[in-house]
Structure formats: structure tokens, C-alpha cells
């Protein structure tokens, strides 16, 4: 057998027959050549955002202390009791805390507005269809948000249960039913909505921060909302 017959057995089948080699899926896609991507979107959505912008800093700031501060200052509250001694008792003082992430959330939307206002527009986004998915998201998000507050009460929503404020039974109904954390995606959905409505990479850019605060946040409070109510269930049990 000749060298050249030989060289023919041990090449691939497929390749032997001109065939293209499938792409190894299972393995990682190693077989894909990257060098083809066309990245030229991507070049041009991060063309259009300004990292160098000082009002950028401040709502991503904004966005990462907001989450941040209410669980610190609820679980110290848990902890020592030390809001509802200052205020005389655990509605007034979860009332208070309420007052400021509401003014807190406040800031945050206004500097994200501002960033979305100020840093340029992407013209690939100014299309009608976007315009009338970011007002279905608005609505979407607005209903969720509502639906949330009205089903939780002000306290139920403020982080009652770290004052000692506990509901008789978990919250099932609308939209509970649907999602995990209604509150949380539906001002997620919001800020999607006006980052497309304002044709705003920054605002997507924005957007995707707040939904990573929320996810690291709800990693934190839902386990610890657990515990408090099963602390209330092993009490009712020994008395």
C-alpha cells in the first residue's frame, strides 16, 4: 500500500468526501470559527454609550446602593430592634424606612432618566415596533408593580416582616401566581420599557444592572423572609 493510500484512510470520512465537519455542539462548539462573528452591532450599540459620563456613575451607583441599604438597615433592625425604639414602635419606624426607598427609588429613576436623556440614541432602536413593545413592558411592569403593593399592604411591601410586622399566611394571589418577586421584575420591566420607548443603549445597558441588583438581592431576602415566618410558625407551635 502506497503512502498515499494510507494518508487517505487515516483522514476523516467526511473530509475524504469534501463533506463539512459538523459542528461539535456537545464538546463546546470548538469546531466553530469565531473569527467569522460579525460584531459590528455590538461595536455600534457600545459606540453609542458614554462610560466616561459622570451622571453614568452616579445611577449605577444609585442602582447597587439602593437594594444594598434596605437590607442592611432591615436586617440590623431585626437584629436590634433599634428603628422601632427610636420611632416608639415597629409601624411608625417601618413607615419611615419605607419613606426612604421610596425617595431613594425616586433618585434612582430620575439619574437614570437623565443618563437615557442626555447620551446619545440609537437609531437601529427608533422603529415603531420597539416603541410599542416598550409601551407593553411600561404596562406590564406598571400592572405588576400595582398589583403587588395592593396585595402586600405598605408594610407587607416595606420589609414589614424585619419589624416583627408578619402576615397570617404567604401571599398567593395575582400576580404571586405568576411570578416570584412581582415588585421587583415589574420595575424591571419599567426601565426596559422607557430605555426602548427612548431609542437608549444606555438605558438597556442601565436595565440590565437593576435586574442584577434585584437577582443578588432576592438571593439575600427571600431566604431570610423564610426564616423569620418559620421562627413565628415554631413559636405558635410551642405556646
Known amino acids: ?92 419606624a417601618c413607615c419611615a424606612l419605607g419613606l426612604v426607598i421610596i425617595l431613594l427609588n425616586v433618585f434612582r429613576s430620575h439619574s437614570m432618566t437623565v443618563v437615557m436623556k442626555t447620551q ?33 399592604g405598605f408594610t407587607g411591601t416595606f420589609l414589614g416582616d424585619y419589624f416583627g410586622i408578619l402576615m397570617d399566611e404567604k401571599v398567593t394571589g395575582f400576580p404571586f401566581s405568576i411570578f416570584e418577586n412581582p415588585m421587583y421584575w415589574g420595575s424591571t420591566a419599567n426601565y426596559l420599557g422607557f430605555a426602548l420607548i427612548g431609542a437608549s443603549p444606555v438605558g438597556l445597558v442601565l436595565t440590565a444592572i437593576v435586574a442584577l441588583a434585584y437577582k443578588v438581592a432576592i438571593r439575600f431576602e427571600g431566604p431570610f423572609t423564610e426564616q423569620i415566618y418559620l421562627q413565628r410558625n415554631q413559636r405558635r407551635k410551642h405556646d
Open 1 to 92: 500500500m502506497s503512502d498515499s493510500d494510507a494518508g487517505r484512510e487515516t483522514r476523516p470520512a467526511a473530509e475524504q468526501s469534501h463533506q463539512p465537519v459538523p459542528l461539535d455542539c456537545c464538546g463546546g462548539l470548538n469546531n466553530l470559527d469565531y473569527s467569522e462573528m460579525d460584531l459590528m452591532p455590538i461595536e455600534e450599540f457600545i459606540r453609542h454609550i458614554n462610560f466616561h459620563d459622570p451622571n453614568l456613575s452616579i445611577a449605577v451607583i444609585a442602582i447597587i446602593f439602593n437594594p444594598l441599604f434596605w437590607n442592611v438597615v432591615a436586617r440590623w433592625e431585626h437584629r436590634t430592634r433599634g428603628l422601632s425604639r427610636l420611632f416608639g414602635g415597629p409601624y411608625v
Open 120 to 152: 446619545a440614541r440609537w437609531e437601529l432602536m427608533e422603529r415603531t415596533d420597539v416603541f410599542y413593545v416598550g409601551i407593553a413592558l411600561i404596562v406590564m411592569g406598571t400592572v405588576l408593580v400595582v398589583s403587588s403593593f395592593l396585595a402586600l
